[in-house]
């Protein structure tokens, strides 16, 4: 559904129009969403994406007064008992023409920081000996990605759900591999509170 809303977009740029609820958009949504997570290549093996589970917890401003083109901030945690656990935070500009109705397609993209921890103990040859290493790597990450959402402005706290893929170039791993691929599924809602 995604990718096919993606491709209308593209392909149809001409049939999209701006967010009709502009009028009474609101800055500073709550934004909570589980996350999947996974180091993998983008649109690879989609199933493994669904294994490893996290949340995130954001906010969003608009740079137009409109609810179509919006920055968004994020932090999130996810588990990993494969590669480790990571904490990530990043923030995209994201552009959200309305669709159909109150649905929109959202594409957007960034910049953050993501800190991986090791999933085991971990070790490194100091002075003759080994000795107990730091419990993870940073890396700069930067993610885009693809959303479907539904939004419908209201005088009063309402919600308004989405879902997304993200593909997450990570930089700067190590030495052998300075360039990593990580995926995300993101299911979530924006609250607009009064």
Wanted: include cysteine.
């Amino acid at each position: 559904m995604l990718i096919g809303i993606t491709v209308m977009l593209y392909f149809f740029p001409l049939a999209t129009n701006a967010q009709n609820n502009e009028a009474i958009y609101r800055n500073f949504p709550i934004v909570i969403s589980i996350q999947f997570h996974n180091l993998a290549m983008p649109f690879k093996d989609l199933k493994s994406n669904f294994r490893n589970i996290g949340i995130g917890v954001g906010t969003e401003i608009s740079l137009n007064g409109r609810q179509d083109l919006v920055q968004q901030f994020q932090i999130g945690f996810c588990r990993n008992k494969n590669i480790g656990n990571n904490f990530w935070i990043y923030t995209q500009t994201a552009y959200r023409p309305t669709v159909v109705g109150n649905f929109y397609g959202e594409i957007k993209g960034g910049l953050g920081w993501q800190r991986n921890f090791h999933p085991v103990a971990s070790y490194k040859f100091a002075n003759g000996a080994w000795v107990s290493s730091h419990a993870g790597k940073s890396q700069i990450i930067v993610p885009f990605g693809i959303s479907a959402g539904y939004y419908q402005a209201q005088n009063s706290t309402f919600i308004a759900p989405f879902a997304t893929y993200q593909v997450i170039p990570a930089l700067f791993y190590n030495r052998s591999i300075p360039l990593n691929f990580y995926s995300a599924f993101q299911m979530g809602t924006n609250i607009y509170v009064k």
